[in-house]
């Protein structure tokens, strides 16, 4: 009885002792270091020692970060990557390139100076005349001779309408150029004025190159039904940048080009 008696004291007593340890915890230890990345990035970044957490809320935290997450290191910094210095050089490089090729004191104008130059008939040649290789950057099949104002009436058009007219995701990228500077009379017919052409401020244009490949000609892209309310999209968006523009409806020496120059009429634009 003594003996008995004297058991269940003892168990009495270890029941209270336990009830009596705060941190007593029937839950099995956490695994040393499973936080130890995060926690000490966290001390980096704000100065502070982490706080420790009871373990179920630890177990509940690493349960809720998905497993491919990766435990910053510690130093590590969370600001974004800054571009290398080297992209943003070859980016300036290739900005100054382009200042450098440019001409009319336009970027989007790529090509060279020519200056002056004359023609062997009464009237023709132009002054501070310009090579062009590429407008707003759509490429000429062609380096074409032409003036300034022809160069800047073309970059209006194409960004007006030409370079979008089949569509944003297959763009112009090449025009191709049937005539630019040529010191002859118009439609090379004798005894008659001196044309456009020969005073660098016209430019024919047979055809649209797209992203694609395809190249939409003007005397077949005219008879398309397809195509053909592009192109007369692109013919009426010239009128207004450009003083006179003739198209396949003009006559028959327009059927299979675009005619385009600067020259200015008293009744104003002259379209047909």
């Not at 490949?213 to 397809?226: D, F, H, M």
Request: with cysteine.
């Amino acid at each position: 009885m003594i003996r008995a008696g004297v058991l269940l004291l003892a168990v009495v007593i270890s029941g209270a002792a336990l009830a009596a340890t705060p941190d007593a915890s029937l839950e099995p230890p956490a695994r040393p270091g499973a936080n130890a990345g995060l926690e000490a990035a966290i001390s980096q970044v704000s100065g502070m020692h982490p706080v420790s957490r009871p373990q179920s809320e630890q177990r509940l935290a690493a349960a809720a970060r998905p497993a491919d997450l990766p435990l910053l290191a510690p130093g590590a910094s969370l600001q974004p990557i800054a571009r290398p210095d080297s992209l943003a050089e070859r980016v300036l490089f290739k900005r100054r390139q382009r200042r450098k090729g440019s001409v009319c004191g336009d970027i989007d104008i790529q090509g060279d100076d020519i200056g002056h130059v004359s023609g062997t008939l009464p009237g023709c040649g132009a002054k501070d005349a310009v090579r062009v290789r590429e407008i707003a950057g759509v490429r000429l099949s062609q380096a074409s001779l032409m003036t300034c104002n022809t160069a800047r009436a073309l970059k209006t058009w194409i960004n007006r309408e030409v370079e979008t007219a089949f569509g944003r995701r297959d763009k112009v990228v090449s025009l191709r150029v049937a005539a630019h500077y040529a010191c002859r009379t118009r439609n090379n017919r004798p005894g008659a004025k001196i044309s456009e052409h020969g005073k660098a401020r016209a430019i024919d244009i047979s055809g649209f190159t797209l992203a694609s490949g395809e190249t939409v000609s003007v005397l077949y892209g005219w008879q398309n039904r397809k195509s053909r309310k592009k192109l007369k999209k692109i013919w009426r968006a010239a009128c207004g940048p450009f003083g006179t523009v003739l198209g396949p409806e003009a006559d028959r020496y327009h059927k299979d080009h675009f005619h385009l120059d600067v020259a200015r009429h008293r009744g104003g634009t002259y379209c047909r």
